[in-house]
């Protein structure tokens, strides 16, 4: 229970860090989907290191843009600006093998910062251990 509570701390200390610097990774076995929010509440929790559970309606890995990533999309599909996306950078991809397969139409979480990107929150995802099926 203490680690938990170390890691939570140290979370929450990043949460005000700067945008670029990723949060650390939680053992899988420690990430879990209680205390999740919908993906549908993320805006209202801008800045906040949450918890976010939702299906992932559509994926796409972007690999000829600028950073290669892949974006998961939770509740609903592109372009619409309601979603809320999972974005694994192309320099972490290989943690994750093929994430847009991996968690396509399942049902997840994921911890983090939430982020505002074009109106749209979003989540950035540097590990596995960050998303939970479930």
Not at 79 to 85: A, C, D, G, H, Q
């Amino acid at each position: 229970m203490k680690t938990v509570l170390a890691v939570a701390a140290v979370v929450c200390a990043l949460a005000g860090a700067q945008a670029s610097r990723p949060v650390p990774a939680v053992a899988a076995s420690q990430l879990s989907c209680a205390g999740a929010i919908s993906w549908s509440q993320a805006k209202g929790h801008i800045g906040r290191v949450m918890t976010v559970r939702g299906r992932v309606a559509g994926t796409y890995y972007a690999s000829s843009s600028n950073g290669s990533p892949t974006f998961l999309n939770l509740g609903v599909d592109y372009p619409s600006s309601s979603r809320f996306t999972v974005v694994v950078w192309g320099r972490d991809r290989h943690r994750f093998g093929t994430p847009e397969r991996r968690y396509a139409g399942r049902t997840i979480c994921v911890r983090g910062v939430i982020r505002p990107y074009d109106g749209v929150a979003e989540i950035f995802a540097s590990s596995p251990s960050q998303i939970a099926v479930g």
